[in-house]
């Protein structure tokens, strides 16, 4: 009854069937992949808070030059909680316009930590709104920063993809993007390859910083299309197990009841 299904003709359709199923398998076991990876990186960000910081040295190995950063860490240590103590340089202080906190579009302050080695770490201090009446990409009103040693505590973040160039406006340099290599071409010391959020500060920070909240990552999206493409594989299969089923009962069972009855009676 099945034979046909060893044709040339039908070979070709269940070739066709199973490459398509396995790619769509793949595709599927990718998703989920991604969706393991977002998931891991929402739960690191929901116990930064309570995590005992580590020394930055220990996550975020030194190295660069002037000029250049070094190396950076494994995607794996993002949002891992550092402590480390130094100096800030509000002779590089770093303007990241166009952020937005809570529907208010302004700028984050990132500013160098120079360091006992001779190195710098980039610390994202907070976000401050941009000056009023000015426009959303008015240079702020940057708060006070701290003269003196401070011990920082932060969550290690990668240094941002899409890097635009770097400006240097009003004393101050200005960029889109936290892109750790290309602020580290307008320093004058080596810089790490990654940069910390700041949590907390010894001692404390002004409070003309807002706290910038963290960026969960929308694992749910990449589950959805994990099963989806999970999904359109077995009904791909069962595709074809329909139609070789339509086949094997020939015409009479296709035909509408009236051609049935009159093929029937003849």
Known sequence: MYRFLLTPRWLGFLALALVAATVMVLLGNWQ???????????????????????????????????????????????????????????????LVRGRTVENEVGFEIVTPLRLSDGSAVLVDLGWVPAAPGGGAYTQPKVPPIPSGQVTVTGAVKLSESRGTGVDR????????RIAVPKIAAELPYPLRGAFVQLDSQVPALDKGFTAVPPNYEND?????YSVQWWLFAVMTLFAFGWAARREARGPREAAPPQERELASTT
Do not use: F
């Open 220 to 224: 749910w999206l990449n589950l959805g």
């Open 32 to 94: 989920h992949g991604r969706y393991e990876l977002r998931k891991d990186v929402n739960h690191r960000i929901d116990v930064t808070d309570t995590a005992t910081p580590l020394p930055l040295d220990s996550v975020v190995a030194p190295g660069g030059s002037p000029g250049t950063p070094g190396p950076g860490p494994e995607r794996t240590t993002e949002w891992t909680r550092v402590t480390v103590t130094g100096q800030y340089d509000p002779a590089n202080i770093v």
């Open 169 to 176: 406006a009003e004393g101050k340099l200005e960029t889109r």
